[in-house]
């Protein structure tokens, strides 16, 4: 099937969400990098000369433990500094405005929350780095909602504060300068488990590589879609061929739905050519993207969308 002619014409994606009512979206790492924060996928993903990603494993954390949390200690110092943007807003104006909008984030950063998305209307996939539970599998200590940085002094490199020169660069990836050796015994401990001999490590709740996803949260957001039509499918910042953002939008797909792609590469031929008859593909920052798409809904971004 030839893709939607019009796929990147706006006047025609406003006559297709003016007769939309069940809209999902599907929000990945790139909806935040107008915030400033890093994506840490590509080839360029790279956290001091780690690969991060190879960081974000319970194989990584069993074995250096140290090492793992002075990673996720910078990533929650830095999401603390970040400012939800536009597209942030955008997307929660839509929940305010649409009860049969949800919003699917694969983001830990809490940037949707700070933006006031209704909670009922969003579901994070991956956790947050703000919340913290225990490392052990028979333990049920969950931490929400822990802003404190550093969390512990041994973590105290990663919350100073980064350089306002763009030539300077964070004291804590210097990589002439060696990272702290961090025992456990100088990390975050789980307070439920301290009764026992030996306490277990506190870990970032997030799912990490080769982790599932929470059964209650799928099953949540796979009754959401079975229960009626959705009309439009919105995935943000995340490649359609990236799991489970793929997974979703053709879930949902049925015949009539759009699936929107708002990606920097959105338009290229490749990805263009993957559309269906009824999707469409818009180029660019998701955060300004976003804002002239939905903006017949919500209305213009003047700052003024609950923002901080």
């Not at 694969?106 to 006031?116: E, I, T, Y």
Request: charged share 20%.
């Amino acid at each position: 099937m030839a893709p939607n002619p019009d796929y990147n014409n706006l006047a025609a994606f406003h006559a297709k969400l003016a007769r939309s009512r069940r809209i999902l979206a599907v929000c990945g790492a790139g909806l935040s990098a107008s915030s400033g924060l890093a994506t840490f996928r590509g080839a360029g993903g790279l956290w001091r000369n780690y690969e991060a990603m190879a960081l974000a494993t319970p194989e990584a954390f069993e074995k250096d433990p140290g090492l793992v949390w002075m990673f996720y200690a910078y990533r929650r110092h830095m999401a603390l500094q970040a400012k939800p943007n536009a597209g942030h807003y955008a997307l929660a104006e839509l929940a305010k405005r649409n009860p049969e909008f949800l919003c699917l984030s694969q983001n830990v950063d809490h940037l949707h929350v700070r933006a006031n998305h209704p909670s009922t209307q969003l579901k994070l996939l991956h956790g947050s780095l703000f919340t913290l539970k225990c490392s052990s599998p028979t333990c049920d200590y969950t931490e929400p909602e822990n802003f404190a940085s550093p969390l512990c002094p041994a973590l105290a490199p990663a919350a100073v504060e980064a350089p306002t020169s763009p030539t300077e660069i964070h004291p804590l990836l210097d990589t002439t300068h060696p990272l702290p050796q961090i025992p456990p015994s100088s990390l975050p401990h789980c307070p439920q488990c301290k009764q026992q001999e030996t306490a277990s490590l506190l870990r970032p709740g997030v799912v990490w590589f080769g982790e599932p996803l929470d059964s209650d949260t799928l099953a949540s957001i796979d009754a959401w879609i079975a229960r009626e039509h959705v009309d439009m499918v919105l995935v943000v910042g995340t490649s359609s061929l990236v799991w489970p953002a793929a997974g979703f939008a053709e879930q949902a797909r049925r015949v009539g739905t759009s699936v929107v792609h708002v990606n920097l590469d959105a338009e290229e031929v490749g990805n263009v050519r993957r559309l269906g008859r009824e999707d469409f593909a818009f180029a660019g920052d998701a955060a300004e993207v976003l804002g002239r798409l939905l903006g017949p809904v919500v209305g213009r971004w003047d700052g003024g969308w609950g923002g901080v």
